[in-house]
């Protein structure tokens, strides 16, 4: 089973289960959970394989059919009855693919800044390459140079708004990353190796929650074309966000969760925020 942490638990409330990215794990969910907690939400975070204290097997190959099988054993563990499940970044290709799977133990599926993978052979071949660098990489010049690296992606500029003492926590939660769990993630379930979803949207019936930043332009097209393609779904564009939505304006995304969830004005209307 993957490791998971419980923040809070009543068996009559909704429960909602946090995926983190890539280089990161369940504690990188700090700035929102207490929120999510104090509004009546069992809270269950998840270390995804190769990240954090998970003890997957290097045996076995991380596929996303084995992660969506793992989640699903955490879900039968805790006996929850009405799930919503978030996905960041990578974490939101892991939940995309859980939902097309198993629909029926779902309430709701919210995704940030994700994607449903790649849709031609050649741009999947290319970014296989791409992954297996990168993992290659990460042993090459050593996990410090490579979290350096990671953190100057375009991706993470708008993360410059963040407190000193923020940037330093995320620094140290991937530098506390385990370099093999991290090399075989990329190569086992990273973006290239991922089968596409693409072509699962337009039959799905989860009512969906897809999240963007204003300022992480790849992600609100491809999260507008999910928006157009997945029936019941509701897109949201975040002011002042670039990736990390849920470390850049943790009070929005707190807000999103909620009404999405529990219900309210917000959850009507999509637009900015």
């Not at 799930?83 to 629909?103: D, E, K, N, W």
């Not at 939660?173 to 990273?190: C, E, I, V, W």
């Not at 991922?194 to 039959?203: A, D, I, K, R």
């Amino acid at each position: 089973m993957l490791n998971h942490r419980v923040k809070s638990f009543d068996e009559h409330n909704p429960s909602i289960i946090l995926l983190h990215g890539f280089i990161s794990d369940h504690t990188s969910f700090h700035l929102v959970e207490r929120t999510l907690s104090k509004q009546g939400l069992n809270v269950i975070t998840i270390d995804l394989p190769g990240h954090g204290h998970d003890e997957s097997s290097y045996d076995e190959i991380w596929s996303m059919d084995f992660i969506v099988s793992k989640i699903k054993e955490v879900i039968d563990y805790l006996e929850l009855k009405k799930v919503y499940l978030h996905g960041y970044s990578m974490g939101g290709r892991v939940a995309l693919s859980f939902a097309v799977q198993y629909p029926e133990l779902l309430n709701g599926l919210i995704l940030e800044s994700a994607s449903p993978g790649l849709k031609d052979p050649s741009d999947k071949q290319n970014r296989i390459e791409v992954d297996h660098n990168r993992a290659a990489r990460i042993h090459e010049i050593g996990l410090p140079h490579f979290v350096e690296e990671w953190s100057k992606l375009p991706l993470f500029n708008s993360q410059s708004i963040l407190s000193t003492e923020e940037r330093e926590r995320i620094k140290q939660m991937r530098l506390s990353q385990n370099p093999n769990g991290l090399s075989k993630a990329l190569k086992d379930y990273g973006t290239g190796s991922q089968p596409s979803n693409w072509y699962h949207l337009n039959t799905m019936t989860v009512p969906t929650c897809i999240i963007v930043g204003q300022k992480d332009e790849k992600f609100i097209q491809i999260g507008k074309q999910m928006n157009e393609s997945i029936k019941n779904s509701k897109f949201y564009i975040v002011n002042d966000a670039g990736h990390t939505i849920h470390v850049e304006q943790p009070s929005k995304f707190d807000t999103i969760i909620i009404e999405f969830i529990l219900g309210g004005k917000l959850c009507q209307d999509n637009g900015k925020l």
